[in-house]
């Protein structure tokens, strides 16, 4: 059983920055790969990044490439979402995922465990 926690969110204008948390509880956090969906209102949960067990393997999706990074600091159960360069877009509720596999999932329901979710409001 793993419970993650989403912290950081808020309101920014478009440029700026904000870095997503996510902790988990266990201690076995270095065995599940990790990822970050968001979800705006009417749409559908969209992928966004992923990271393997070590941190060695990402993935991104296309609008995020080069604006996002995801890494974790397995010490710490955490991992992170570093966002630049925010856009209007991008605003959106935000979830950590984690699954017990060293693949980078980029479908959400390949993921069990799940956080609330913490909003991300860019204005332009």
């Known amino acids: 059983q793993v419970q993650l926690v989403e912290s950081g969110g808020g309101l920014v204008q478009a440029g700026g920055s904000l870095r997503l948390s996510c902790a988990a509880s266990?201690?076995?956090?270095?065995?599940?790969?990790m990822g970050w969906f968001r979800q705006a209102p009417g749409k559908e949960r969209e992928f966004v990044t992923a990271i393997s067990r070590s941190g060695a393997i990402t993935n991104y999706v296309d609008s995020v490439k080069g604006r996002f990074t995801i890494f974790r600091d397995n010490a710490k159960n955490t991992v992170y979402l570093q966002m630049n360069s925010l856009k209007p877009e991008d605003t959106a509720v935000y979830y950590c995922a984690a699954v017990y596999t060293d693949y980078v999932f980029a479908t959400p329901y390949e993921y069990k465990y799940w956080g609330q979710g913490t909003q991300v409001t860019v204005s332009s």
């Open positions: 266990g201690r076995t956090f270095s065995s599940y790969a």
